[in-house]
T-cell receptor, first 113, second 112 residues
Framework: DAGVTQSPTHLIKTRGQQVTLRCSPK?????VSWYQQALGQGPQFIFQ???????QRGNFPDRFSGHQFPNYSSELNVNALLLGDSALYLC????????????FGSGTRLTVV | TQLLEQSPQFLSIQEGENLTVYCNSS?????LQWYRQEPGEGPVLLVT?????EVKKLKRLTFQFGDARKDSSLHITAAQPGDTGLYLC????????????FGQGTTLQVKP
């Protein structure tokens, strides 16, 4: 039973560029949440997708956007990258928006230079 | 704004010692979760506590949720090198849906 799969695992981008990160949820899960984790810090909630709609959003600018597809997979897009966007981006999946039973992926390490 | 403060931020101990990690807030949470994260990996759920005063044990790990549901603690007995990692507490709001609020984490190093 595959867990949460994220791609790519590592990424290096230049300031001002745009990036797309991808997430496939655990089998049986229908909700995907994205978190940003800076080095040495706890994860911070970006947003949650359920039924292909953004359901809840954290304190992140509009440069951060997302999408959920009919097969429940999700993308996180970040435009106009800043050095401060360098972080580990984690995807977590669950069933029915519940945070019980969260399963996290291993993350995508984004470095902005 | 709900915040969770973890203490200590860093802990380096010898194998066999006991330790406690604290997670405190001025806000009430419907539940508290504890995660362990290793370098290059995502957090892995250890336990969820939902009732004020609840105590749960997982082998050498004991988790407690405060009576007022504003704080929690993780106690490890006879720590082993395999316990090394980043320990995160996370609080959930009402309805058990939506986002988790994470603490900043406690980095534990257990030396053999």
């Amino acid at each position: 039973d595959a867990g949460v799969t994220q791609s790519p695992t590592h990424l290096i981008k230049t300031r001002g560029q745009q990036v797309t990160l991808r997430c496939s949820p655990k089998s049986g899960h229908d909700t995907v949440s994205w978190y940003q984790q800076a080095l040495g810090q706890g994860p911070q909630f970006i947003f949650q997708y359920y039924e292909e709609e953004e359901r809840q959003r954290g304190n992140f600018p509009d440069r951060f956007s997302g999408h959920q597809f009919p097969n429940y997979s999700s993308e996180l897009n970040v435009n106009a990258l800043l050095l401060g966007d360098s972080a580990l981006y984690l995807c977590a999946s669950t069933l029915g928006q519940r945070f019980y039973g969260y399963t996290f992926g291993s993350g995508t390490r984004l470095t902005v230079v | 704004t709900q915040l969770l403060e973890q203490s200590p931020q860093f802990l380096s101990i010898q194998e066999g010692e006991n330790l406690t990690v604290y997670c405190n807030s001025s806000s009430v949470f419907s539940s508290l979760q504890w995660y362990r994260q290793e370098p290059g990996e995502g957090p892995v759920l250890l336990v969820t506590v939902v009732t004020g005063g609840e105590v749960k044990k997982l082998k050498r790990l004991t988790f407690q949720f405060g009576d007022a549901r504003k704080d929690s603690s993780l106690h490890i007995t006879a720590a082993q090198p395999g316990d090394t990692g980043l320990y995160l507490c996370a609080g959930g709001g009402s309805g058990n849906t939506g986002k988790l609020i994470f603490g900043q984490g406690t980095t534990l190093q257990v030396k053999p």
